[in-house]
């Protein structure tokens, strides 16, 4: 079936250097979007895509639908942003559709 | 606004007894989505409504789950006979067409 194929599956970093989490699609997707699960166990949004790339602080996300693949980028990680990171991809085209979801990164941010 | 609600937020039940999950989904959103999470399986789409109508329910396990739309304010993730299974985080999300926004999920044991 879809997939969503997620890496890296785990991630250390020390505070304020930065790394890259990926995701490739086996299909066209329409849109994505990307979470981070905190320690209550809480989704939290960090963007939807249609295309392009979108930023928002020490975080960036770039949607390629054409070469099937998504990336988010972290700057200057703090220790707050310990957490399992999710993409999500919609493949329908039509506005309402299930997300597909990768297995996640959990990422350590260490001192 | 106070988000997708969903309780209770923790349920424990024994091997066969029947759990109802609750949702709330955020108000003027016309989708509601429910998924599970799991260790082994990661985040799974079960189903979803739209405008109160089922729409897909292509992820839910043919016997003992069912999932109802009664009004536009809530929807009912019920599950009979339950199994070890079973066990895991049910999470519904709602939408007014694009991004999809989660609430904290209801952890459901089966003993």
């Known amino acids: 079936g879809d997939q969503v194929e997620q890496s890296p599956s785990a991630l250390s970093l020390h505070e304020g250097t930065g790394s890259a989490l990926r995701c490739n699609f086996t299909?066209?997707?329409?849109?994505v979007q990307w979470f981070q699960q905190n320690s209550r166990g809480s989704l939290i949004n960090l963007f939807y895509?249609?295309?392009g790339t979108k930023e928002n602080g020490r975080l960036k996300s770039t949607f390629n639908s054409k070469e099937s693949y998504s990336t988010l980028h972290i700057r200057d990680a703090q220790l707050e942003d310990s957490g399992t990171y999710f993409c999500a991809a919609e493949k329908a085209s039509s506005s309402f559709s299930k997300l597909v979801f990768g297995q996640g990164t959990s990422l350590s941010v260490v001192p | 606004n106070a988000g997708v609600i969903q309780t209770p937020r923790h349920k424990v039940t024994g091997k066969g007894q029947e759990a109802t999950l609750w949702c709330e989904p955020i108000?003027?959103?016309?989708?509601v989505f429910w998924y599970r999470q799991t260790i082994v399986q990661g985040l799974e789409f079960l189903t979803y409504f739209r405008n109160q109508a089922p729409i897909d329910d292509s992820g839910m396990p043919k016997e003992r789950f069912s999932a109802q739309m009664p009004n536009q304010s809530h929807s009912t993730l019920k599950i009979q006979s339950t199994q070890p299974q079973d066990s895991a985080v049910y999470l519904c999300?709602?939408?007014?067409?694009?991004?999809?926004?989660f609430g904290p999920g209801t952890r459901l044991t089966v003993l």
């Open positions: 299909t066209t997707m329409r849109a």
């Open positions: 999300a709602s939408t007014a067409g694009y991004e999809q926004y």
């Open positions: 895509l249609a295309s």
């Open positions: 108000s003027g959103h016309s989708a």
